[in-house]
């Protein structure tokens, strides 16, 4: 015994690793029993042998890289992570994150024997006291964390499930669900061949475009004004001595408008901090993450960074290496897990994966279409409102969204009349018309945030102001359009310029079907007591926006003192309701010659 003790002096290191050695094989140890074990060592071999700190840090990781990369009991993660640059990123962040390395590493340099020396009032016991109190809380911190992660095995199992060839990858249904996917929480992610979160060079490539995209839709439908048009409203206000309320109320606009735009800056940039997620992202925080979801955020986020660049990089190769058929599709292929792993709740109403929301022999591209952008509408967490619904206006148009239908579907789940186990079907004949889309453009529409339609679970939609119901005509006609109309009749746009008789204006149930039926939806309707003159002219006026028409009457979009409203009326009931305004003073719509 003797002997051998002297073979080991100063030989500190090969004893370090010889006594990693045995924990690393004793196999009744947990993962985190044997870090524990192999971080007492580490500190009771730097107290004994006065090696420098620095070596010291090195020993111990070389000894946990090998236990974590190497001697894991995860045998899918070594079969992944073949590249050595994967390791390293995974085992940094294990180190960090998972296994109190911050707490060993301030450990091993408080341990250091120089520090002992600088410190000189300090009691050799004290020194080796506080060296010990900061090894158990350490191994303390190791033991009790609150975060922790799903083994790749775990996870890759999700991936697993499924066989590549018996997937429709070339289904346009298919196809449809996963622009409404992309389109709704990532639009980059088809245009991210090889990469997998917003920390990479094709995400930059993809904003830098889209914002070159917006500018120059921005400058394409710029009101172009000349100089001798604003010399004219200038000379304008002067003669009516309205200059200097107009600087004012210019100057209170742009003061309004930046505030707003100021306190959405701060209220996105809030949204971007907790949200701002791939969609790869969103997967892998979702079937990867154990326990401290909403708790541990930093260490949340570091893991979507870092295992959706390690786990999906390793998972490609690994189908490339292996000739798996799913890796042709392989950005599909995720979204198709996606649907099937991601958990979803509206209102209450609780689902285990997307998938338990359809019926259970339906393949995802036999899927409700509406139903599933409701879905998909869901995924943030906030109520999928009648706002909300339309806020994806190129989403609705493209894939064809029926809006009406999708409401329906959303009250259906909101009743639990679907359920994970109840599946009900929904009933066309009672779908109501909420919605209406004209020119590519969805009514009712939001304006500096209040959307001027249905209020969820009531009837009070917002009104847009006292007596302004023709600036609210207005600012539709421009949504619809993305022109304006003159406050004058008899113009080239107005298809009442024809009628010059005040019998031919008059509203009657007749007139009303031979104009509103034969007017363009999206046309600005002007009824007012004086059809001469520009829209100040008449004590009785209105303005209106035209949504739909039909044989027996039409849908119309306006605004008065209390609310906004949208209503259907026959003839009779128009001329019976608008009467009191007694003439069509303009029906006008862009392009009325053409």
Not at 220 to 229: C, E, L, M, P, V
Not at 460 to 469: F, I, K, L, R, T
Request: charged residues 30%; glycine residues 4%.
């Amino acid at each position: 015994m003797l002997a051998e003790a002297q073979v080991f002096e100063n030989n500190s290191i090969y004893v370090y690793f010889l006594s990693c050695i045995v924990i690393f094989s004793y196999q009744h140890f947990t993962k985190r029993q044997k870090i524990s074990l192999i971080y007492a060592t580490t500190i009771a071999m730097e107290l004994i042998s006065k090696y420098s700190w620095t070596l010291t840090l090195v020993m111990l990781l070389i000894s946990m890289f090998i236990l974590e990369e190497y001697l894991s009991d995860d045998k899918v993660k070594c079969e992944l992570l073949g590249n050595v640059w994967y390791k390293m990123i995974d085992f940094t962040y294990q180190f960090i994150f998972i296994d109190a390395g911050i707490g060993i590493i301030i450990n091993i340099i408080v341990s250091d024997e120089r520090l002992c020396g600088f410190l000189r009032e300090i009691p050799i016991d004290g020194f080796y006291g506080v060296n010990i109190g900061i090894l158990l809380i350490t191994i303390h911190m190791l033991n009790t964390s609150k975060f922790g992660l799903y083994d790749f095995q775990t996870i890759k199992r999700h991936f697993d499930q499924f066989d590549g060839k018996k997937i429709m990858w070339d289904s346009q249904e298919l196809q449809r669900r996963f622009d409404i996917m992309v389109g709704l929480e990532d639009k980059s992610y088809f245009d991210r061949e090889n990469s997998y979160n917003w920390f990479s060079v094709e995400f930059l490539k993809y904003k830098i475009e889209t914002y070159r995209e917006n500018r120059a839709w921005k400058k394409h439908f710029k009101a172009k004004r000349s100089w001798r048009y604003n010399l004219k409203c200038i000379w304008r206000l002067i003669k009516r001595f309205r200059l200097i309320r107009y600087v004012i109320n210019r100057f209170v606009e742009k003061f309004s408008e930046s505030k707003w735009s100021i306190d959405y800056f701060f209220r996105r940039l809030k949204m971007k901090i907790r949200g701002c997620s791939t969609l790869e992202m969103q997967l892998i925080r979702n079937i990867g993450i154990e326990k401290g979801y909403d708790k541990c955020i930093i260490r949340r986020k570091m893991f979507e960074f870092v295992y959706t660049y390690i786990f999906f990089n390793g998972l490609r190769d690994y189908y490339e290496n292996t000739q798996n058929s799913k890796r042709r599709e392989f950005k599909k292929f995720i979204l198709y897990v996606y649907l099937h792993s991601i958990r979803l709740n509206m209102f209450g109403n609780d689902f285990k994966t997307i998938d338990k929301l359809f019926k259970k022999d339906q393949r995802v591209e036999q899927w409700d279409i509406d139903e599933f952008y409701v879905a998909i509408l869901s995924l943030t967490g906030a109520p999928v409102t009648p706002k909300r619904m339309v806020l994806y206006p190129q989403v609705v148009n493209e894939i064809g969204i029926d809006l009406n239908r999708a409401l329906a579907w959303r009250n259906m789940i909101k009743d639990f009349r679907i359920t994970e186990i109840e599946k009900s079907d929904i009933d066309e004949t009672k779908v109501k018309r909420v919605f209406y889309v004209i020119q590519g453009k969805i009514l009712p529409y939001i304006k500096d945030g209040t959307f001027y339609g249905p209020n969820d679970g009531r009837n009070d939609w917002p009104s847009y102001g006292w007596e302004n119901c023709w600036d609210f005509a207005r600012e539709v006609y421009w949504h619809i359009w993305c022109d304006s109309f003159s406050n004058r009749t008899g113009t080239d746009d107005d298809m009442m310029r024809i009628y010059h008789s005040l019998e031919e204006r008059t509203i009657t149930p007749e007139n009303c079907r031979k104009y509103l039926g034969s007017a363009e939806p999206g046309a600005v309707i002007r009824i007012c007591d004086e059809i001469k003159g520009n829209d100040r002219m008449g004590k009785n006026k209105h303005s209106q926006i035209l949504l739909s028409r039909d044989e027996n009457g039409a849908a119309i979009y306006e605004s008065n003192d209390y609310k906004t409203s949208i209503q259907y009326y026959t003839w009779n009931e128009y001329a019976e309701h608008y009467g009191q305004y007694k003439y069509f003073k303009y029906i006008k719509w862009p392009n009325l010659q053409k």
